[in-house]
C-alpha cells in the first residue's frame, strides 16, 4: 500500500493534513488506485496516472462532502471514528486503521509462476 501523504487542498482552500493508505493494483490493461478509508477508487493507464486520478477524486469528494454539509455523516458511514481523547482540543475525526495481512492459497489452484 502506498501512503501519499501531504495536505489536502481544496478549490476553495486547504483541510488538515491526513495521510491516507491507498492501493495500486492491475486490473487487465489498466491500474486501479483504491483508499480504503474513502471508499473510494479510481484508475489509469498507469500506476502514476492511477495515483492522479485518484488524488484529484478525492479531493472533489472532499469538496462535495463539505459543500453539502454531510462531511462528519460521510466519514463516519466511511468507518472513521471521533477521537476526543485530547482535553485541549475539542474533538476530531480520524481515519480507521488500515491492516494488511497474507491469506494462504490452497496448493491444487495453479498459479502462475
Known amino acids: 500500500m502506498d501512503n501519499p501523504g501531504g495536505r489536502m487542498k481544496t478549490r476553495g482552500g486547504s483541510m ?21 478509508a474513502l471508499r473510494l477508487a479510481s484508475h489509469g ?14 479531493e472533489i469528494f472532499f469538496e462535495e462532502i463539505e459543500r453539502m454539509g454531510t462531511l462528519e455523516e460521510v466519514l463516519l458511514e466511511c468507518g ?8 485541549k482540543e475539542p474533538p476530531r475525526l480520524v481515519p480507521p486503521r488500515i491492516t494488511t495481512s497474507n491469506i494462504s ?9
Open 80 to 87: 472513521w471514528v471521533r477521537d476526543s481523547s485530547s482535553s
Open 45 to 58: 493507464p498507469t500506476p502514476e496516472t492511477a495515483k492522479t486520478a485518484l488524488n484529484e477524486a478525492v
Open 16 to 36: 488538515n493534513e491526513a495521510s491516507l493508505p491507498i492501493e495500486i493494483f492491475q486490473e487487465g490493461r489498466v491500474f486501479v488506485a483504491h483508499c480504503p
Open 105 to 113: 492459497v490452497p496448493g491444487s489452484i495453479p498459479l502462475p509462476v
